[in-house]
C-alpha cells in the first residue's frame, strides 16, 4: 500500500509505532488489528471448549434474583441436565445463568460461562468451571450454538431474545440440525408463542412446520427429555 500527499504519515514509522509503548492506543481499534482480535477470540474459543463434553445452553435473565422461584427454577435445571449426563453452559453472569452453572456444578456436573464485556461490570458467577470473557457477541454466539446440542431459555429480556431467534433461525433455515429450542415457563412464554402461532403464521411469515420449533413447557424433567431426543436424533444421523 501506497500513501501520497495529505494522507501519508510522516510522524512515525510503522516499527515505531509497533515497538513504542508509550503515546496513543488508537491503534487497537483499528479494523485490520480489529480483524486479528475477532480471529484470537474465535482460535481461544475453539481451543477452550473443543474437549467440552456434550452441553446444553440455558439462557434467562440476569436480572433475576436468587429468592425468585425462576432462580430456583434454574437450579433444578441445571442439576437435572448434569444428572443426565450433559455439561451446561450459560452467558456467565447472575441471575438464571448463575443458577443453571450453580445447579449443574452442585451435582457435580462440568458447568461453563461464556461472558461478554459489557458497558457496566458483571462478571463471571462463582458457579462457573471453565470461563471465556468475549469482546464480540458474534464471537460468542457461535461458541454457543457449536458447542451445544439444544438451547433452553428461561424468562429473559432482549439478550435472551436474541439468541433465541438467532437459534431458531439457523434452525429454520438448517445451518444446524437436530437442535431442539425449549421455552421453560409457560406464562411468560405464552404470549410470544400465540403471537407466533397467531399473527406471524396467520401472515404468512413462517410455517407449520416452523412452530415445531419451539417446544413450551413448565416440567424441567420434560425439558430434558427434549434435549435427550433430540440428541439421539443426532446421534443416529451422525
Given amino acids: 500500500m501506497v500513501l501520497r500527499g495529505e494522507h501519508r504519515n510522516e510522524a512515525t514509522t510503522t516499527d515505531q509505532r509497533l515497538l513504542d509503548s508509550r503515546g496513543p492506543s488508537d491503534w487497537v481499534h483499528t479494523d485490520p488489528?480489529?480483524?486479528?482480535?475477532?480471529?484470537?477470540?474465535?482460535?481461544?474459543?475453539?481451543?477452550?471448549?473443543?474437549?467440552?463434553?456434550?452441553a446444553v445452553t440455558v439462557f434467562g435473565s440476569?436480572?433475576?434474583?436468587?429468592?425468585?422461584?425462576?432462580?430456583?427454577?434454574?437450579?433444578?435445571?441445571?442439576?437435572?441436565?448434569?444428572?443426565?449426563?450433559?455439561?451446561?453452559?450459560?452467558?456467565?453472569?447472575?441471575?438464571?445463568?448463575?443458577?443453571?452453572?450453580?445447579?449443574?456444578?452442585?451435582?457435580?456436573?462440568?458447568?461453563?460461562?461464556?461472558?461478554?464485556?459489557?458497558?457496566f461490570e458483571q462478571g463471571l458467577n462463582d458457579w462457573v468451571d471453565l470461563g471465556i470473557n468475549f469482546r464480540y457477541f458474534f464471537a460468542r454466539k457461535t461458541?454457543?450454538?457449536?458447542?451445544?446440542?439444544?438451547?433452553?431459555?428461561?424468562?429473559?429480556?432482549?439478550?435472551?431474545?436474541?439468541?433465541l431467534f438467532e437459534a431458531l433461525t439457523l434452525v429454520q433455515t438448517k445451518k444446524v440440525t437436530k437442535f431442539p429450542v425449549v421455552l421453560l415457563g409457560v406464562d411468560y412464554w405464552k404470549g410470544l408463542y400465540d403471537w407466533i402461532a397467531g399473527a406471524v403464521l396467520d401472515g404468512g411469515k413462517v410455517g407449520d412446520k416452523d412452530l415445531t420449533l419451539l417446544h413450551l413447557t413448565d416440567d424441567v424433567d420434560d425439558a430434558v427429555k427434549v434435549v435427550h431426543e433430540a440428541y439421539r436424533a443426532w446421534e443416529d444421523v451422525h
Wanted: include cysteine; charge should be negative.
Fill in 33 to 54: 488489528w480489529r480483524v486479528l482480535r475477532i480471529q484470537a477470540e474465535f482460535v481461544e474459543g475453539f481451543g477452550a471448549l473443543a474437549e467440552v463434553p456434550r
Fill in 62 to 119: 440476569a436480572r433475576t434474583p436468587r429468592e425468585h422461584p425462576e432462580y430456583e427454577q434454574g437450579r433444578q435445571l441445571g442439576k437435572a441436565l448434569a444428572d443426565n449426563g450433559f455439561a451446561v453452559i450459560t452467558g456467565g453472569g447472575p441471575g438464571v445463568m448463575e443458577a443453571a452453572n450453580r445447579g449443574c456444578k452442585d451435582a457435580g456436573g462440568f458447568s461453563v460461562g461464556l461472558g461478554i464485556e459489557l458497558p
Fill in 143 to 163: 461458541m454457543f450454538v457449536k458447542y451445544s446440542q439444544a438451547f433452553v431459555c428461561l424468562p429473559g429480556g432482549f439478550g435472551t431474545l436474541d439468541e
